[in-house]
């Protein structure tokens, strides 16, 4: 039996689940999120706790159960609590700012690029070098964290470029000078 997949989880007391129509919805004091189920994977719903159980034993049954426990428990996370993914930004003259909706950023290119949230994301800029992306949905924060962070990748050598907070860029030597 998947290790992920049998693993209960324990609802906050803010949050509800409901199942209708191969569709669980998860709701909470942030906002809804909506998953659609495949038939071979069901839900039971005792006292505040959600276990996923699957129909049978077959490759595709055990390779979803993991999978969806893992997205209806970021969905209840996600509904009470939120995430978030800082992204630090390195290189001289390279800054972000917040023009009305949009993200401006400054990153060495002959023009600046803006970039737009999509519904249900909200980006703030505490500083000009770091950049916060939050949301109820993980899957789309971490989408838009990396859509952010592709405009600019870190480069090994001088450490330049957009990179996650918790992230660790391996730095290259140079090239060595001549003998």
């Known amino acids: 039996m998947s290790r992920i997949g049998k693993l209960p989880i324990k609802l906050a007391e803010q949050a509800k689940v409901e199942i209708k129509d191969n569709f669980v919805t998860v709701t909470g004091p942030k906002g809804s999120l909506q998953q659609q189920m495949v038939p071979e994977i069901g839900l039971d719903i005792d006292d505040g706790v959600v276990t996923v159980t699957r129909a049978d034993d077959t490759k595709?049954?055990?390779?979803?159960?993991?999978?969806?426990?893992?997205?209806?428990?970021?969905?209840?996370?996600?509904?009470?609590?939120?995430?978030?993914?800082k992204l630090v930004i390195n290189g001289v003259g390279f800054r972000a700012e917040m023009k009305k909706d949009l993200l401006a950023l400054t990153l060495g290119y002959s023009h600046m690029i803006y970039f737009k949230a999509p519904a249900g994301i909200t980006i703030a800029c505490p500083d000009p070098t770091t950049v916060?992306?939050?949301?109820?949905?993980?899957?789309?924060?971490?989408?838009?964290?990396?859509?952010?962070?592709?405009?600019?990748?870190?480069?090994?050598?001088?450490g330049k470029g957009i990179r996650y907070s918790d992230e660790v860029v391996r730095r290259k030597e140079g090239k060595a000078a001549g003998k």
């Open 132 to 158: 916060e992306v939050s949301g109820i949905d993980k899957a789309l924060v971490g989408q838009v964290a990396a859509k952010i962070r592709s405009f600019r990748k870190p480069e090994p050598y001088r």
């Open 60 to 85: 595709r049954s055990r390779a979803l159960h993991g999978l969806y426990r893992q997205l209806v428990s970021n969905m209840a996370e996600g509904v009470t609590g939120g995430f978030t993914k």
